[in-house]
């Protein structure tokens, strides 16, 4: 696994590493208030960039491509930003919340780049 594909996945087991410490805390502290955060990590996060990173291991050419870069730093950029700000929204700050309004819609973007990125090469004939 190379370039884009290495990144994504670096990046999912990252996210899982998170997630799953995350959740280990909310069950031993009996305090399950970051769940939305929990789950977040882990299909946002760990799920969605796994999936980013077997499509580009199975189409190498398109993960060196310029494009595939925007994606993994929109996405990652824009993940990370999202799952801190959540974070931080959950646990009482309000405040934070235009930072976790930008970063959803920054990441739905990633999404709607690799939807343009993807669907081309998987029905070419």
Partial sequence: ?????????????????CGMALG?????????????????TMVAGWLMSAVFAFFYHLFPAIGHKKLATVHFWLTAISGI????????LLAGNPAIEPLVAVSSMAFYAGMLLFAFIALPALWRS
């Fill in 1 to 17: 696994m190379q370039g884009t594909a290495r990144n994504f996945f670096t990046l999912a087991i990252i996210y899982s590493l």
């Fill in 81 to 88: 930003g999202l799952l801190v700000g959540l974070y931080v």
């Fill in 24 to 40: 280990l805390h909310m069950s031993i502290s009996q305090n399950h208030d970051q769940m939305p955060t929990h789950a977040h």
